[in-house]
């Protein structure tokens, strides 16, 4: 029992930083959006440790590292709406992959993702600046940002998995 609290804080903060640095150092800015947008590949190690280890895992993850992002890099007012949106990202994608370890509930797990993130930056998008229009400079930039982040995953997830089931590390449930 103790081991496995120390493996499940071990990887999740492992999932933690993966998920930082590959948001903070791994990332295009876009000249385009309201806010001035950023695509990058925070979301790869995030869905990758969510459907290898689970929603909690997940969900910590992607709140907290893209959250942490957002208070390092000067986005302070998105860290908030990050650490939901993203947790809840986490979170949907493990729990659709615990139980299922079919590929097409990672696909479905991952558009599910995608569907959270679109809506739920639109809305807060729209809490920040105060109307409906802005917020739609911003959707091509999230679509690009999940469509890679889905390609990468669903490519590496397989041979990804395997090499953690021969370590026999297991979901966290």
Known sequence: MKENKVQFIAITAMAVALTYVFTAFVNVRLPIAANGGL??????PLFIMAILFGKKTGAIAGGVGMGLFDLLSGWTAWAPFTFIIVGIMGYV????TEKHDQYGW??????????IKIVGYYIAEIILYGNFI?????????????AVAAV????????IEIAVKKIGITQFA
């Open 39 to 44: 695509i990058h590949l925070g979301n790869v």
């Open 93 to 96: 994608v493990g729990a659709m």
């Open 106 to 115: 990672k696909v479905a797990a991952i558009f599910a993702a995608f569907v």
């Open 134 to 146: 802005a917020p739609i400079s911003s959707v091509p930039g999230n679509v690009v940002q999940i």
């Open 152 to 159: 990468v995953v669903l490519i590496v997830i397989e041979p």
